[in-house]
């Protein structure tokens, strides 16, 4: 072994992929939009003393935004050509269809 190798240094975890990235942030956020919707609104908030309408609104703009990271994600995938690009988009496509299906009834929540 040469000096120079001797010195060099390796990063214990490799540099994140930006595709990767995006996955993990759009079911970040789709993660807490369901935590939201399961838990906060319907057993926190009503211990605390709120009611009403605070959790139709706050469901449709994180669901919205975890949407927009859904489909930023299966885009960067797909740009970058992954080998994961299928699975991902099915992981993804999932997700969107459930989170649609929440903003239908946080919608008709608002509505009635």
């Known amino acids: 072994m040469t000096a120079a190798e001797s010195t060099t240094v390796h990063s214990a975890a490799p540099a994140a992929d930006p595709a990767a990235r995006a996955f993990n ?5 789709s993660g807490v939009r369901c935590m939201l919707t ?4 319907p057993w926190i ?3 605390v003393g709120v009611t ?4 139709p609104v706050v469901g449709i703009a994180i669901g919205l935004v975890a949407i927009a990271c859904n489909i930023a994600s299966i885009r960067r995938f797909w740009a970058s050509r992954h ?6 988009t099915a992981i993804n496509s999932g ?16 509505a009635s």
Not at 25 to 29: C, D, F, G, N
Not at 97 to 102: F, G, Q, S, T, W
């Open 25 to 29: 942030t759009s079911i970040l956020v």
């Open 38 to 41: 399961y838990v906060v609104f």
């Open 45 to 47: 908030l009503p211990i």
């Open 52 to 55: 009403g309408g605070v959790g």
């Open 83 to 88: 080998r994961w690009r299928y699975g991902i």
């Open 95 to 110: 997700v969107i269809a459930m989170l649609l299906v929440l903003l239908a009834v946080d919608v008709s929540d608002l």
